[in-house]
């Protein structure tokens, strides 16, 4: 927990009087609202915040942060958000928590996105699964696309009674066992241009600064 709540502390240090801040998603985003409410309460700050899901809505609501609505935002001038796998050379992996849709879009338009995880998420190359939102309708196409393409499964994300998972947005998260990841920027491409796929959990762009979590440190690559 140490090595997130440093990551975390660090990111504060880009947090300035005025701005508006992109929340993200997961744990290591929750310690961050949880530190930047304390934050601008200590320091009487004007903040303002725009949060990629409901869950870190709700609790930047219950922390006291004000919170902003798609349309009252103009800038977002820092997005602070988690990652499950990222590579030396900022490219991510995210969607753990299914919310990757809504957290490329504020990340993405961020002036500056910063990432907090920590060292168990850094990995030479990208690896692991990455999480796709599909529109329901359209499942059974992505994973034969994919499957076609890639020759690899994808498989729908359930609750535990079955259940399929849905996003914020309503739709389905599918996860695809892609091993290694050579060439991030093309495969988010790809992903994207089979038709259904809302977005995938590939972010290869726009990444300013990783700052990487350990027990007694950080390592933060510009
Ligand atoms: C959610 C995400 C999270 O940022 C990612 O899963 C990392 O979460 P955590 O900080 O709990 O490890 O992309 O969609």
Redesign the pocket.
């Known amino acids: 927990m140490n090595a997130?709540t440093n990551a975390a502390l660090e990111a504060l240090k880009y947090v300035k009087n005025g701005q508006t801040i992109g929340l993200?998603?997961?744990?290591?985003?929750?310690i961050f609202i949880d530190l930047l409410a304390k934050k601008v309460k200590n320091e009487h700050l004007l903040i303002k915040c725009i949060p990629t899901?409901l869950s870190s809505k709700a609790l930047a609501y219950q922390k006291g942060l004000v919170l902003m609505e798609p349309e009252e935002v103009s800038t977002i001038d820092v997005a602070i958000?988690?990652?499950?796998c990222m590579d030396s050379k900022k490219n991510l992996i995210?969607?753990?928590?299914?919310?990757?849709t809504r957290?490329k879009i504020i990340d993405y338009f961020a002036e500056k996105f910063i990432v907090?995880?920590?060292e168990t998420?850094f990995s030479k190359i990208l690896k692991g699964p990455v999480?796709l939102e599909l529109l329901p309708f359209a499942y059974p196409f992505v994973a034969k696309a994919i499957k076609k393409e890639f020759g690899i499964k994808t498989e729908l994300r359930r609750r535990e009674n079955g259940d399929v998972w849905k996003s914020d947005n309503g739709n389905f998260i599918a996860d695809a066992y892609f091993k290694q990841i050579k060439n991030p920027k093309k495969l988010e491409e790809q992903l994207n241009a089979i038709p259904g796929i809302v977005e995938n959990?590939i972010f290869s762009r726009n990444v300013s600064t990783v700052i990487i979590g350990y027990e007694k440190k950080v390592k933060v690559l510009n």
Request: proline share 4%; no cysteine; glycine share 30%.
């Open positions: 997130k993200g998603t997961g744990s290591t985003a929750a899901s958000d988690g990652a499950d995210k969607g753990g928590g299914g919310a990757h957290e907090i995880a920590d998420k999480p959990g």
